[in-house]
């Protein structure tokens, strides 16, 4: 837990004056609500129920005897409803608006991930929702916007700055601050003002209790566990019951993008550009520019193209606890086709960070020991990014056909009828 919003020198609650009352009741309200027994049992029937936990420890022993390195398993958060881990957190706040009366959620969302995750849970719990969500987003993100929508959420583009997360961020504060009472903000990985990463961190470390106790019924000497570290709350969630211990190692895996230097990464706790900052209430390490901008970034997963990081990370980073890998894309991709065709596991291209940098030391460990890769979320949603590399030329005649076939008239639906 941190003390008083802190981790170390990192964490804290840098909002404005308008935010200071809706964030002391929900700082309240939460830390009443995880004491009160009701509200854990509500929680864990929705997550046994809804979410489909506990998601299952998969032993790949195809990739385990041809690397002949530890056993490799993977806990398989791409099972969870929705697709990925972001359900855990959605479900939790969401039943949390409920408890504490409020009558409408906001969320932010990048790429649509957290924006359908936060649609499902309120439309399971019945709270009216809306998404903000960058006009540049909302273009190159279809898929997710037609998916929120069918969960009966209502998208908002934002059209101000650079029409992004960051920029979507920016104006869900502004709603937040607007309508403190009815509306709660339902913020999507670990970060942002105190109580936040606590918050978030407690509501996914569902995952590392369950792989606890999963080890532990399969008799694992855990060496490694290795998550992908976009906001960090797959990762902080994953290795919570084991950040107070000196083992296993615990390995953040972030986007090495396409190389190094300015823009080409999102590489926050061993990247060129990354400096302590204060962004978006928090203060935690980011990619700045020489004159404190946020920087841009680049990664193929956009799960983890964000110039921030949760702060507990920059703690544990700094402090050692956590080591940290940057993944190139094109590795990414390697490990990503690697388990599919090894294992018949699609990761998501966040989660394909992480086994990648199990590959990079599988090797080293011995036969004896475990190495645990979070599988965030699955790759079905990422059609559109891996066709194209994969298979570039019939992806294009493919959506040339498509685009033909609609335009002619031809609904598929009233044709066939
Ligand atoms: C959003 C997302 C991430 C990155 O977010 P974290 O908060 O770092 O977990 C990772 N994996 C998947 C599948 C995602 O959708």
Not at 82 to 90: E, L, M
Not at 161 to 184: C, F, V
Not at 268 to 281: D, F, K, L, Q, Y
Not at 315 to 339: H, N, T
Request: charged fraction near 25%; hydrophobic fraction near 40%.
């Amino acid at each position: 837990m941190s003390e008083n919003g802190y981790f170390g020198v990192f964490g804290g609650k840098y909002v404005p004056e308008v935010l200071r009352r809706p964030i002391d009741e929900l700082e309240k309200g939460f830390y009443e609500a995880i004491q009160d027994p009701s509200f854990l049992e509500e929680l864990k029937t929705l997550q046994d129920n809804f979410i489909g936990r506990p998601t299952p420890l998969l032993f790949a022993k195809n990739a385990t005897a041809d690397l002949g390195g530890a056993k490799i398993y993977i806990k398989m958060e791409g099972l969870a409803n929705t697709g990925a881990h972001k359900i855990n957190n959605a479900i939790g706040q969401a039943l949390l608006v409920k408890r504490m009366g409020k009558t409408r959620v906001i969320a932010e969302t990048g790429a649509g991930q957290h924006g359908v995750a936060t649609a499902a849970a309120c439309a399971h719990l019945g709270i009216p929702c809306e998404i903000y969500m960058g006009e540049v987003d909302v273009r190159r993100q279809q898929p997710n916007v037609a998916t929120m929508e069918m969960y009966g959420a209502k998208v908002i583009p934002v059209r101000s700055g650079s029409k992004t997360l960051k920029d979507a961020i920016n104006e869900a504060m502004r709603d937040w601050a607007s309508h403190p009472d009815t509306t709660h903000y339902l913020i999507g990985s670990a970060l942002g003002p105190a109580p936040f990463p606590d918050m978030v961190r407690i509501f996914q470390s569902v995952i590392g209790r369950e792989v606890k106790e999963q080890a532990a019924a399969k008799n694992l000497d855990i060496a490694a566990l290795v998550a992908c570290v976009g906001g960090g709350s797959n990762a902080i969630g994953f290795f919570e019951p084991y950040l107070e211990a000196t083992a296993p190692r615990l390995i953040g895996a972030e986007a090495g993008g396409i190389g190094t230097g300015y823009g080409e990464n999102a590489a926050r706790m061993t990247g060129n550009a990354a400096r302590e900052g204060i962004v978006h209430g928090y203060k935690s390490r980011f990619l700045l520019t020489e004159d404190g901008q946020m920087a841009e970034t680049r990664s193929i997963s956009a799960g983890l193209d964000y110039p921030g990081i949760n702060p507990q990370f920059a703690d544990l980073g700094v402090s050692g606890r956590v080591e940290f890998m940057a993944i190139p894309d094109k590795e990414v991709l390697e490990a990503l086709q690697y388990f599919a065709r090894k294992e018949g596991v699609f990761f998501a291209l966040e989660s394909a960070h992480a086994a990648a940098a199990a590959l990079r030391i599988v090797k080293e460990i011995p036969k004896d020991k475990a190495i645990i890769i979070n599988m965030s979320g699955r790759g079905d949603k990422d059609i559109f990014i891996t066709s194209p590399v994969f298979r570039n030329r019939q992806w294009k005649e493919f959506l040339k056909s498509e685009l033909t076939r609609l335009e002619s008239g031809a609904d598929i639906y009233h044709a066939k009828n």
